[in-house]
Structures are given as structure tokens and as C-alpha cells.
């Protein structure tokens, strides 16, 4: 049966509908605001995956026709996901994720589908209520309700859920996420926003989600509120685990006193292996000795788990050894590829990032055809993590959901300090190729990227660096860590990056095992942050700290004009005659807008100054005054006419062609000659009147 609920959510009304369509699903509603539509279902298989983790799958689809529009391409239908949908995917998967019970391994799938939009309210919001409700309203495990809200800062006030052009506007762009318990994920960009404004929009977010929650109870309730189904979990035997848990304890004790990696790995495998002889010699069954292997990887993650996290909780020591708020080593390099536009290698302890930069043309701009319309990227960030930077092997080609994401943070870390397109005329393109990872692997891409920029001569508005806070939480007590590492961020409770200057924040992304986290802890991270970032900051600038006078002699050089816009047609030509002979004699690239920007492009200096005198000289206009050496091009009765510059002719009237009287223009001129004229006059229908024995010595005989 049909059931509805509607409600004000940050200002507008929202209704969330249940019972009509996909009634099959173990979930399923349609989240609608004014015309922005979305259809969200949530199935969960009734059986266990054999999985030893969650196998929680979010799908986003955007169709066309929710616009109005056909797909672009040759096939005409909605091809595989772009990488804005793999972002609203993530956005609404991360949050949802620790909201699953224990030991829960059944293979569940979301799946949401954009049925209409006109870009008055964010599809991300709706999709993630829709996700919720879908599966607080259904018999699958979950601890909801949780929503999310967009929160946006225009002319100095927060405003939640905004449109298109509001967020075009603000200088602060955040999705907060939470449960009635509190903040569970944060992800966005700000204009180098105060870190104190930035909490403050945090919580202003938040407080707007209490309306959203109280809606999905509400529907819960009218549909009957069903029994969450119940799953079984295997159990260790007890003996077991405590026999294995005393052989591995000291052993994997002291390999967490370890500090390098590799090293640190390799001396658990030993323990594990110890382990796995000790409890298997008397086994012969095979089935029996992959159950203790099982269960010993159990074993020894638990006590990994347990043992590192006391450390830091009682005693305040890091694995590596660290103080809670110490950064590891930096060093820095840059200008180490000699054909890259500009290079950047960045190392922070054992996490290492090459960051490079290629320039070009408009021409180079990425073109994305998206539900709203065609959209030109100036700036891409690339993020790549090969399978060798942590010592493994894998699949190689492709970017993984993981990749796309942490790139598009980097982005947003990265496009706040870029220079407009008015004083640095360059479509940028930025690569980040991770060459080792021990932690945060999108916060070093960032510190890559800007030493990369600046070697590039990029003239960036301020050096930005990158940080990512850990949590270790045990009832009332916490531990707040800066700079953490890849182990930190599994048996932690909280991944929270922080990119931006001295003076402010450029991109926020934070992801809990926890159900949230207090507005206390997020203060004092954020501080922590700050100081953190402040510091890797002094040692790159310790390298370079201000971009290269110029751009690199293999980067192209573009040279912008302005030109009437009414000369636009003539500098094109008739079917592009003209630009593309420019083109083809000089061999430079030319952009030219309909407001009379001309853009030439070429590594040749030359080449390019010749670009430009043909773009002048096409556009240049008669002055009276001046004199110029022209071309007969037509002889008449009365004088001949004479183009004085590329596509301008004026009149040379039979009496201004010497002192003397000339009874036939030809005695003279004949068509090709090369003469010396002056403009007399120029009327304003854009006449141009000429003479040539003004420039003449007159006779004196």
C-alpha cells in the first residue's frame, strides 16, 4: 500500500513515497523535491556471502531524459558510470557502511536512479535519504535513520541544499552526513575558508537533518515497522582463541614495536606462520587445517587491532613511535623530469607521491556531457595507485572507484589556489602517481601537485598542504592522531583529511567506523590539522616556495589579444580560410571568442610574433595621417583603388595621383604596382580616401 510523508528539510519540501513502485525490492521510495525526482531500492541477499568483509555495493544512474535530453556518443543511451556518479556513489556508500552490523556479510545492493531534475536541489541529498529510508523501512539490518545535507555559504550566510547557481556563488561547498548521534561523514571544498567558519558550517548542517530523520521514522512507522531479520555469525571456540590469542600475543607485540612497514608485516607473517604450524601439526584433515588458517588470521587481526590502539590509548605511543601530533619526515623535490611542464616528488615517511603538470590549449579542456548540459573542465586532477606502491600485485589499467575519488580531493584541494583563466590562459593538467603508500596517499598527491604547479610556473594564489587526522576512541577517552598511517586508518575510528594554506581550508573529506563523532573532537582535529598542515607546509617551502618566473620552454606560450569583435568573421575567413592559413604558415595553435579574445599558442617565440602581426595587420584600420605602401588592385576612369592593408582598400582619386594633370590613370598605375600613399580622410562609412603625390617632391619647373 501506498504511504507518503512530507516535510521541510532546509528549507524546502521534500516527500519521500513507498508502496507504488519496485515493490519487490526489500526496500524501495521515491525522494522527490519540486521537480527533482529519484527512485532509490535496497536489496540484501537472504543467504552469507563466505565473505570476510561487507560486500555492499551503491549504484547512482543518471537518466538523460530526467533533463529532457538524449545521450551524447554514437550508441545514444547512458553508458558506464562518469566519474561525477562514481562520486555520488561514494558519497552515499561511506556514511551508510558503519550503520551495518558486525559481522553482517550478506551481498546488499543500492541502487539509485534519477528519474527527473531541473537543478534546483542537489541529486546527492536526495539519493542519500533515499538510501536510508530505503533501508530503515525495510527487514535488512541497519542502524538508521542517517541523511545528508549540502551546505553552502553565500554572501557571508550558510544556506542548506542549494541550487546550481548558488553554489556557483559560495564560497564554502560541504555535504555533512550524520545519525541522531551525531556527525558520521564530511566531504567538500571551500575558498580558503576560516577553520573556525568551517566548523561552524559543519554544525549548521547537521542541526538540519533532524527534520529528514524524524521523516524516515515516521514512514517506518506507517508501513508497519518491520522485524530487522536476523543473521548468524560463526563463533571461534572459546579454548581455541585463547590458546591462540597466548602463542600470538607477545609475538605480534613486539612486531608492532616495529617501525618500518615491510619489515612490520614481515614479522606478523612469521608470528602467523609459527602459529599456523603450532595448531595444524596434528590435523590431517584439509577442510580442518583452512578453518584454524581462518580463524588465526582472525586471531591476529583482532590482536593487531586491540594491541595498537591500547598503545596509543594508554600510553600516548604510536606504532612507528610517533607523538600523537607529530608529522612524519618530509623531503622534497622538484624539476626532476626535464620534459614534463613541471615535476614535483613528495616523500612523508614512508608514503611518496611524483606529482607532474601538462599545459595546454582550450583545445586540451575536457568535455563531459552531463544530464544539465555539455561542461569544459580547465583544470583535471589525476590520482593513480599502482598495486607495486604497497609491495603487491594487481590489476593495471582503469581507475578504481577509490582512485576516482581521491583524485577528485585532490582536485578540490588543488582549483581553490589556481590563478583565473583571464591571467593564466593554460587548460592544467595535474597527475598524481603514488610510488609508495603508508597512509593518506591524497594528501601527499596534494603537497605533489602544488610543488609540481609551482615548478611549473603556475602563478598559484597561495601554497596549500595536506593532512589526514586519526581517532582512537574507548568510551569517554580519545586520541587524536596527526598525519596517520595506513594501519592508524584501519584500526582507528576515524579518517578525516584537511587540505588548505595558512590561512584557510581548501577541501574537507572525513569517514568513520565509529556512529559519529562529537563537534569537541572535530574542533580539536581541525586545530590539529592546521597545525599539522602548517608544518608540511615550512618544509616544501624550504625546496620552492614561489612559482618559476615562466613556464617551461616545452610548455606553450599563449599570447592573448583583443580584437573588435565586429573583425572577428575577417580573422576567420569564409569556411575558416583565413585562420587556417595562419595556422598552416606559422604553425602555432589560434583560439578566437566571439569578443574578440584571440589566444596564439606556439613554443616558438617567433612563430608565434608572426601569428599575431598577421592577426594585426587582418584587423589594423586606416589612420588618417599615415602613410602606407599599398597595392593596386583596380583601375577605374576616375583613379584606382588601393588596399593599404589585408582586406581594406581605399580610393585613389585621379587628381591625387601626381602634381601634374594626368589625362588616363594607366599612363601611371597599372594594376599590381607596388605604391607609397597617404590617408587623407577616412568618412564615416569607413571610406578611406588616399593620395599619392602628397608624398611627392613637387617640381619646381
Request: negative net charge; hydrophobic residues 40%; charged residues 30%.
Amino acid at each position: 500500500m501506498k504511504q507518503t510523508v512530507t516535510t521541510e528539510f532546509a528549507g524546502k519540501t521534500v516527500t519521500i513515497e513507498t508502496g507504488k513502485i519496485a515493490k519487490q525490492a526489500d526496500g524501495s521510495v521515491i525522494v522527490s523535491s519540486g521537480n527533482n525526482i529519484v527512485m532509490v531500492t535496497a536489496v540484501s541477499s537472504r543467504r552469507d556471502s563466505g565473505l570476510d568483509f561487507f560486500p555492499l555495493t551503491v549504484e547512482y544512474i543518471e537518466k538523460f531524459f530526467a533533463a529532457g535530453k538524449i545521450p551524447g556518443g554514437y550508441f545514444k543511451r547512458e553508458g558506464r558510470p562518469t566519474a561525477k556518479n562514481i562520486l555520488s556513489c561514494r558519497l552515499i556508500d561511506r556514511p551508510l557502511r558503519p550503520l551495518f552490523p558486525d559481522g553482517y556479510r550478506r551481498d546488499t545492493q543500492i541502487i539509485i536512479t534519477v528519474l527527473s531534475s531541473d537543478g534546483t536541489f542537489p541529486l546527492d541529498i536526495l539519493a542519500s535519504v533515499g538510501a536510508s529510508t530505503a533501508l530503515h523501512i525495510s527487514d535488512i539490518p541497519f542502524g538508521g535513520p542517517m541523511a545528508s545535507v549540502q551546505v553552502s555559504r553565500v554572501d557571508g550566510k550558510f544556506i542548506g541544499n542549494p541550487t546550481n547557481e548558488e553554489m556557483e556563488k559560495s564560497d564554502f561547498n560541504v555535504i555533512v552526513a550524520g545519525t541522531r548521534k551525531g556527525i558520521a561523514m564530511v566531504e567538500g571544498e571551500a575558498d580558503f575558508v576560516a577553520d573556525e567558519v568551517a566548523i561552524e558550517g559543519l554544525n549548521f548542517g547537521y542541526a538540519a537533518l533532524a527534520s529528514i530523520f524524524d521523516a524516515q521514522d515516521e514512514l517506518r512507522e506507517k508501513v508497519g515497522a518491520p522485524t530487522k531479520r536476523e543473521f548468524s555469525m560463526p563463533e571461534m571456540d572459546a579454548t581455541f582463541k585463547a590458546e591462540a590469542e597466548a602463542f600470538l600475543g607477545p609475538k605480534i607485540a613486539m612486531a608492532l614495536t616495529i617501525k618500518e612497514k615491510q619489515d612490520r608485516y614481515a614479522a606478523v607473517d612469521e608470528a602467523k606462520a609459527e602459529a599456523v604450524e603450532q595448531f595444524t601439526a596434528k590435523l590431517e584433515n584439509d577442510d580442518e587445517v583452512a578453518q584454524v588458517k581462518k580463524d588465526l588470521s582472525e586471531v591476529t587481526g583482532g590482536l593487531k587491532y586491540n594491541l595498537a590502539r591500547q598503545e596509543i590509548s594508554q600510553n600516548k605511543i604510536r606504532i612507528d613511535g610517533r607523538g600523537l601530533t607529530d608529522v612524519r619526515k618530509i623531503s622534497s623535490e622538484v624539476g626532476f623530469l626535464p620534459r614534463a611542464h613541471g615535476s614535483g616528488l613528495f616523500t612523508r615517511g614512508e608514503t611518496q607521491v611524483i606529482g607532474t603538470v601538462t599545459l595546454g590549449t582550450s583545445s586540451d579542456e575536457q568535455i563531459i556531457d552531463e544530464i544539465h548540459g555539455t561542461v569544459k573542465k580547465r583544470f583535471m586532477m589525476h590520482y593513480n595507485f599502482p598495486p607495486y606502491c604497497v609491495g603487491e600485485t594487481g590489476r593495471v589499467g582503469g581507475q578504481s572507484r577509490r582512485e576516482v575519488g581521491h583524485g577528485f580531493l585532490a582536485e578540490r584541494s588543488l582549483e581553490a589556489i589556481l590563478p583565473s583563466k583571464e591571467k593564466f590562459p593554460y587548460t592544467i593538467r595535474v597527475v598524481g602517481d603514488v610510488t609508495e603508500s603508508n597512509g593518506s596517499s591524497s594528501m601527499g598527491t596534494v603537497c605533489a601537485g602544488v610543488l609540481s604547479l609551482l615548478d611549473a610556473g603556475v602563478p598559484v594564489k597561495e601554497n596549500v598542504a595536506g593532512i589526514a587526522m586519526g581517532l582512537i576512541k574507548e568510551g569517554d577517552t580519545y586520541s587524536i592522531l596527526s598525519d596517520i598511517l595506513g594501519d592508524e586508518d584501519h584500526l582507528g575510528d576515524m579518517d578525516f583529511k584537511v587540505a588548505g594554506s595558512r590561512t584557510g581550508i581548501t577541501a574537507l573529506q572525513m569517514d568513520i567506523k565509529i556512529d559519529s563523532i562529537s563537534p569537541e573532537i572535530m574542533a580539536q582535529a581541525m586545530k590539529q590539522a592546521l597545525e599539522g598542515r602548517t608544518y608540511i607546509l615550512d618544509e616544501m617551502e624550504k625546496v620552492i616556495k614561489s612559482p618559476r618566473g615562466e613556464v617551461s620552454e616545452f610548455a606553450p606560450r599563449i599570447t592573448t589579444i583583443k580584437i573588435k569583435p565586429e573583425k572577428v568573421r575577417e580573422v576567420i575567413g569564409a569556411g575558416g580560410k583565413v585562420i587556417k592559413g595562419i595556422i598552416e604558415e606559422t604553425g602555432v595553435k589560434v583560439e578566437i571568442e566571439d569578443d574578440g579574445t584571440v589566444r596564439i599558442a606556439s613554443t616558438d617565440p617567433e612563430a608565434a610574433k608572426a601569428a599575431i602581426k598577421m592577426v594585426e595587420d587582418i584587423c589594423a584600420e586606416a589612420e588618417v595621417g599615415k602613410s602606407y605602401k599599398g597595392k593596386v588592385v583596380k583601375i577605374t576612369d576616375f583613379g584606382a583603388f588601393v588596399e593599404v592593408l589585408p582586406n581594406t582598400s581605399g580610393l585613389l582619386h585621379i587628381s591625387e595621383i601626381a602634381h601634374e594633370r594626368i589625362k588616363n590613370v594607366t599612363d601611371v598605375l597599372k594594376e599590381g604596382d607596388e605604391i607609397d600613399v597617404k590617408v587623407l580622410d577616412v568618412d564615416r562609412a569607413g571610406r578611406i580616401k588616399l593620395s599619392r603625390k602628397a608624398l611627392l617632391e613637387q617640381s619646381t619647373h
